[in-house]
């Protein structure tokens, strides 16, 4: 089983950015499709978008399509997720795993998003 520490995480004002990271261990990275999730106080935890093994492509959700970008370094085992003109709505714990159809690992502990106005 995989094993995912998300991090970069905080407090951003409306428009701003961030970066997440998320290190991973106890699989072979570069074989494996990854994605982000999130999950807003008193909602499901939804894929916000998914990255493929090599990093050739990435897809994403409508609700962050052209403002968000999913990255990785597959000689760090890690992924990351630039978010750009941070809405109110992107307030959440955000999360990585594998992607929507596969069976998940355990999930690590997140990293909080907060973005004020």
């Known amino acids: 089983q995989g094993q995912f520490v998300e991090s970069g995480g905080g407090l951003v004002q409306t428009g701003g950015s961030l970066r997440l990271s998320c290190v991973t261990s106890?699989?072979?990275?570069?074989?494996?499709?990854l994605s982000w999730y999130r999950q807003a106080p008193g909602k499901e935890r939804d894929w916000v978008g998914t990255i493929s093994h090599i990093g050739s492509t990435a897809n994403y959700a409508d609700s962050v399509k052209g403002r968000f970008t999913i990255s990785r370094d597959n000689a760090q085992n890690t992924i990351y997720l630039q978010m750009n003109s941070l809405k109110l709505e992107d307030t959440a714990v955000y999360y990585c795993?594998?992607?929507?159809?596969?069976?998940?690992?355990?999930w690590g502990q997140g990293t909080q998003v907060t973005v004020s106005s």
């Open positions: 106890g699989f072979t990275f570069s074989r494996f499709t």
């Open positions: 795993n594998r992607s929507p159809t596969a069976n998940k690992w355990p």
